[in-house]
């Protein structure tokens, strides 16, 4: 019995292998942007809620974020400074500006999960865009 060989021409196959190879890097800066953007327009939405409020102005100067790489990629970390002492900074009281406290009072912030849901559609169109950049 005679065999049949086939043959294939991989080199294209091995660019594209090798260009994705190197995506990782381009993703990642350009993940980190769009982290960025996302994570400030939450701060900003969430620094809009406080100052809305009376009794909880104070605490809008407070609510800062930090972007930090970590095993999974890129992370963000949106609200207030707690215990960040001084004048002027009310950060610690926005657990009761959030969630009330057992004596009644405050609550009147919306869920910082509102303010991440409205961001989420264009947190994901723009991380789409971010990893057909990279892999174009």
Do not use: C
Not at 97 to 118: F, K, Q
Request: glycine share 10%.
């Amino acid at each position: 019995m005679t065999r049949k060989y086939a043959s294939f021409d991989t080199s294209q196959v091995r660019a594209v292998a090798a260009d994705f190879g190197n995506a990782p890097a381009r993703i990642s800066r350009n993940v980190t942007s769009v982290m960025f953007k996302s994570a400030q327009n939450i701060k900003k939405s969430m620094r809009a809620q406080a100052r809305e409020r009376k009794h909880w102005h104070a605490v809008a100067g407070d609510i800062t974020f930090d972007i930090e790489p970590d095993v999974d990629g890129v992370s963000a970390e949106i609200g207030p400074e707690i215990g960040r002492s001084g004048r002027g900074h009310q950060g610690s009281l926005a657990f009761i500006a959030y969630n009330g406290s057992s004596r009644g009072g405050g609550g009147t912030i919306r869920d910082p999960e509102v303010d991440l849901m409205e961001e989420l559609p264009a947190f994901e169109r723009f991380m789409e865009a971010a990893a057909i950049k990279a892999l174009g």
